[in-house]
């Protein structure tokens, strides 16, 4: 499989199945810190990933790579990072967005869980 072909299924296609699924609730002012973001993992992965592979760490066989290069990395890998960042930043920005919109419960009395206390036993407490 070529990098570009995982890419596509493993990362292009839950991206787009997740901007279909919050295609309401997106808005620009939402995926800005997406941006930030973005910068952030590029300013960070990519020079001790280029020196990785300069020293022999890893490297990537040119037959599954389309063949441009930045640096010591294919473009492959550059868009790994940034479409990686998005997929788990729409992910997470829709989990924090519902948890953040859920009103607290005021927890009743008949809520509370009961707690037991008792002694415990030497078989308990010892291997």
Known sequence: MTYARF???FVVLPIL???VRYRRTLSWRGL???GLLLIIVYAATSPWDNMAVKWGL???DPERIWGVKLG???L???LFFGLQTLLVGLWARD???RVLAKKPQPV???QKPVRAERTLEPSEVSP
Do not use: I, K, T, V
Request: no cysteine; proline share 8%; charged share 20%.
């Open 7 to 9: 890419l596509g299924l």
């Open 17 to 19: 199945f997740l901007l």
């Open 32 to 34: 800005a810190p997406l």
């Open 58 to 60: 890893w490297g990537f």
């Open 72 to 74: 010591y990395l294919p």
């Open 76 to 78: 492959e890998e550059y």
């Open 95 to 97: 989990r924090l967005e």
């Open 108 to 110: 009743s009395q008949e």
